[in-house]
């Protein structure tokens, strides 16, 4: 079994591009509707998707966990959207960040803005701009809906509405340009989410995935779990030669061999493909890998130690 976690990783590393377009493409099947300017209304709405993906999206097959904590939250007859919450405790505990790095619609396409040829920078000492993620998860998306409410006990879906370029790229803008009525509705709001939109786009080209690093609450929320999710990275402290190519690699800016499952650590897998040794590897299970370590030391320690028959052949 562990052999086999050792050969299917790179191969996961490797194919990470044609499994985000492939989550994509499931994310979001209905893509006449695209053409046809209208939404997909069907059962499929009322269950949630991992990633973050536009429930006003044409083609949009499922709902954005995040815009429908939101809505039930702001809503005058429920306080606390249990299902939903529950729903993205079970995927953090399950996955983690590697919804992030593998099945997100907007991380996939910042990626691809990041392969605009022009000069990258790194966000290392925007290290401290990662915690303000947190404060949109609370304030935004729980605070505000729940407490900032109207006459009629309804409260706004202030991060959908006021903060998320994913609703104008996969919502706003194709539906507008299918419809005539939406585009002569557009006003303020929708200059203020598009001017959004144009800097995290060109953020994007220059800076590896900084919506994800710095402002989305969805990444935010499975970070939390990511110490503790079943999906996780591993590093076989006996292959290891402290090389430092797995930190060079990693653009989300993490030591894995210091702290392989770092809150900002999407389980892109970079660090599996530049190990020169195979010991940075993706670990899908319980427990985290230090039981192995504490073996492999015992075993080590006790071939250092001469055994009695051993001092008896060399005297």
Same mark, same amino acid.
């Given at each position: 079994?562990?052999?086999?976690?050792? %050969?299917?990783?790179?191969?996961?590393?490797?194919?990470?591009?044609?499994?985000?377009?492939?989550?994509?493409?499931?994310?979001?099947?209905?893509?006449?509707?695209?053409?046809?300017?209208?939404?997909?209304?069907?059962?499929?709405?009322?269950? *949630?998707?991992?990633?973050?993906?536009?429930?006003? *999206?044409?083609?949009?097959?499922?709902?954005?966990?995040?815009?429908?904590?939101?809505?039930?939250?702001?809503?005058?007859?429920?306080?606390?959207?249990?299902?939903?919450?529950?729903?993205?405790?079970?995927? $953090?505990?399950?996955?983690? #960040?590697?919804?992030?790095?593998?099945?997100?619609?907007?991380?996939?396409?910042?990626?691809?803005?990041?392969?605009?040829?022009?000069?990258? #920078?790194?966000? #290392?000492?925007?290290?401290?701009?990662?915690?303000?993620?947190?404060?949109?998860?609370?304030?935004?998306?729980?605070?505000?809906?729940?407490?900032?409410?109207?006459?009629?006990?309804?409260?706004?879906?202030?991060?959908?509405?006021?903060?998320?370029?994913?609703?104008?790229?996969?919502?706003?803008?194709?539906?507008?340009?299918?419809?005539?009525?939406?585009?002569?509705?557009?006003?303020?709001?929708?200059?203020?989410?598009?001017?959004?939109?144009?800097?995290?786009?060109?953020?994007?080209?220059?800076?590896?995935?900084?919506?994800?690093?710095?402002?989305?609450?969805?990444?935010?929320?499975?970070?939390?779990?990511? %110490?503790?999710?079943?999906?996780?990275?591993?590093?076989?402290?006996?292959?290891?030669?402290?090389?430092?190519?797995?930190? %060079?690699? *990693?653009?989300?800016?993490?030591?894995?061999?210091?702290?392989?499952?770092?809150?900002?650590?999407?389980?892109?897998?970079?660090?599996?493909?530049?190990?020169?040794?195979?010991?940075?590897?993706?670990?899908? $299970?319980?427990?985290?890998? =230090?039981?192995?370590?504490?073996?492999?030391?015992?075993?080590?320690?006790?071939?250092?130690?001469?055994?009695?028959?051993?001092?008896? =052949?060399?005297?």
């Amino acid at each position: 079994m562990d052999k086999k976690r050792v %050969r299917l990783s790179p191969l996961a590393a490797r194919l990470r591009g044609w499994i985000q377009a492939g989550a994509v493409l499931l994310t979001n099947l209905h893509l006449p509707n695209f053409l046809r300017g209208g939404l997909y209304r069907g059962p499929g709405k009322t269950v *949630c998707v991992p990633g973050l993906n536009c429930y006003s *999206c044409p083609a949009a097959a499922g709902a954005c966990p995040i815009g429908a904590f939101q809505a039930v939250a702001g809503s005058s007859k429920f306080h606390f959207s249990y299902y939903i919450t529950g729903l993205l405790i079970l995927l $953090g505990v399950l996955l983690g #960040r590697f919804i992030c790095g593998f099945l997100c619609p907007f991380g996939w396409f910042q990626e691809l803005m990041h392969r605009i040829p022009i000069k990258k #920078r790194s966000t #290392r000492r925007l290290a401290p701009l990662t915690w303000v993620k947190y404060g949109v998860l609370l304030v935004m998306v729980v605070l505000l809906p729940a407490l900032a409410v109207n006459d009629v006990g309804l409260g706004d879906p202030f991060f959908c509405k006021y903060l998320c370029p994913q609703g104008v790229l996969e919502g706003a803008i194709p539906l507008a340009l299918t419809n005539e009525s939406i585009r002569a509705a557009l006003g303020t709001l929708f200059t203020w989410k598009f001017g959004i939109l144009l800097a995290v786009l060109a953020l994007s080209a220059v800076f590896f995935r900084p919506f994800c690093k710095w402002l989305c609450p969805l990444g935010a929320f499975y970070a939390l779990f990511n %110490r503790v999710s079943m999906v996780r990275m591993d590093v076989d402290r006996a292959k290891c030669i402290s090389c430092g190519k797995c930190a %060079r690699a *990693c653009k989300m800016d993490v030591d894995v061999t210091r702290t392989p499952n770092h809150s900002e650590c999407i389980r892109c897998g970079m660090c599996v493909r530049h190990c020169p040794t195979g010991a940075v590897r993706f670990r899908c $299970g319980l427990g985290t890998g =230090e039981d192995r370590d504490r073996a492999c030391a015992r075993k080590g320690k006790h071939l250092e130690k001469p055994t009695e028959s051993m001092k008896g =052949e060399q005297t």
